[in-house]
Antibody
Framework: EVQLVESGGGLVQPGGSLRLSCTASGFTFRSHYMHWVRQAPGKGLVWVSRIESDGSRTDYADSVKGRFTISRDNSKNTLYLQMNAVTDEDTAVYYC????????WGQGTLVTVSS | QSVVTQPPSASGTPGQRVTISCSGSSSNIGSNSVFWYHQLPGTAPKLLIYNDNQRPSGVPDRFSGSKSGTSASLAISGLRSEDEADYYCASWDDSLSGVVFGGGTKLTVL
């Protein structure tokens, strides 16, 4: 059974940093693109970032470019999102997802940016 | 404002057929696959349609997707109360080098 489990969310102050993790199981992690998608409270889905299966290529939404870094450790079946210089606009539930056609998403982890 | 546009709301009565539109451009829907998700409050999105019109296993054939040019549609026939949810379309955008989601459509079953 495919499972994606996010962790690392919590309360962070504006300007602070946080690292999210997504642990994958039930499939060959190293063979698949992975995405981060977020959803602010009461708002719609917004794509954040994508990383190729071997980590050689990454893409970012303009709103996070230069502040967030996506990475992966295929030996640990884990996807990461390093979030730096966060603002209150980064407050959201963050989901990790396998490539869009797969339909596999995690349950999400809540990041709250507040002083 | 989303690059891909959906109506904010839609409604129908049980048994009815409803459609939800998704309008984009040549850099996204016009040249890449469209995906449709639905989402119940407090839960992760669930994939309904991939590659414009393909249903994952387990998705009822009441749900169908279509695409023409730079627009796509999701049709739900035989509407049921459990279909009440938020629906999102998505596509890759070649100009942005990223995924674009529509703003979402809240479907109400009257």
């Amino acid at each position: 059974e495919v499972q994606l489990v996010e962790s690392g969310g919590g309360l962070v102050q504006p300007g602070g940093s946080l690292r999210l993790s997504c642990t994958a199981s039930g499939f060959t992690f190293r063979s698949h693109y992975m995405h981060w998608v977020r959803q602010a409270p009461g708002k719609g889905l917004v794509w954040v970032s994508r990383i190729e299966s071997d980590g050689s290529r990454t893409d970012y939404a303009d709103s996070v470019k230069g502040r967030f870094t996506i990475s992966r450790d295929n030996s640990k079946n884990t996807l990461y999102l390093q979030m730096n210089a966060v603002t209150d606009e980064d407050t959201a539930v963050y989901y990790c997802a396998r490539e869009l056609a797969s339909g596999y998403w995690g349950q999400g982890t809540l990041v709250t940016v507040s002083s | 404002q989303s690059v891909v546009t959906q109506p904010p709301s839609a409604s129908g009565t049980p048994g009815q057929r409803v459609t939800i539109s998704c309008s984009g451009s040549s850099s996204n829907i016009g040249s890449n696959s469209v995906f449709w998700y639905h989402q119940l409050p407090g839960t992760a999105p669930k994939l309904l349609i991939y590659n414009d019109n393909q249903r994952p296993s387990g998705v009822p054939d009441r749900f169908s997707g279509s695409k023409s040019g730079t627009s796509a549609s999701l049709a739900i026939s035989g509407l049921r109360s459990e279909d009440e949810a938020d629906y999102y379309c998505a596509s890759w955008d070649d100009s942005l080098s990223g995924v674009v989601f529509g703003g979402g459509t809240k479907l109400t079953v009257l």
